[in-house]
């Protein structure tokens, strides 16, 4: 086939869809996460679960993302190999950024989505802003491990 090909093209497109649609749409879940917090209550929980639904639906997206990558290496006839550093690092950073979404962001987003309708006690405030700190700084790591792993398939260092 080769890189110059109809179906690799194809391919690469679908690559980019899923990268945009998947990581694009959770990339400003913080900013989602801000405004929810400024209108506690029902108007606050409906921002949550507006996003909370919108990036499972989303994650579908970013899980096509690798299988997109995989069939272009096959695709381009050895132009690319899985040995290539930035393919490595990718595939890497990919990994680390879907278990940091799982292992902690969207536990924590959950829990906090169910908290934001609460009445606002003095534990529960606590909690809300331990949840926000931990949501906030995964939601960050995730954002820099996609902008790295984008300047990695950008530059392609090591070939």
């Known amino acids: 086939m080769g890189v110059n090909s109809t ?18 749409s959770m990339f400003m879940n913080g900013a989602y996460g801000a405004q929810a917090r400024r209108r506690r209550g029902p108007g606050g929980q409906a921002i949550g679960e507006a996003t909370l639904a919108v990036t ?3 994650q579908y997206a970013v899980y096509s993302v690798p299988v997109f990558g995989i069939l272009l290496i096959v695709l381009s006839d050895g132009v690319w190999e899985f040995s290539h550093m930035w393919i490595s690092l990718s595939f890497l950073l990919y990994f680390v950024a879907v278990g940091l979404v799982h292992g902690l962001v969207f536990p924590a987003a959950k829990r906090m ?14 909690q809300m802003e331990a949840l ?5 700084l995964g939601g960050m790591i995730v954002n820099l491990l996609v902008v790295v792993t984008i300047a990695l398939m950008v530059f392609k260092p090591g070939v």
């Open 113 to 126: 989505n169910d908290l934001v309708g609460a009445s606002g006690g003095t534990g529960e405030v606590a």
């Open 56 to 58: 499972k639906m989303a």
């Open 132 to 136: 926000e700190k931990r949501v906030a």
């Open 7 to 24: 179906l690799y093209n194809l391919v690469f497109v679908l690559h980019l869809v899923a990268v945009v649609v998947g990581f694009g």
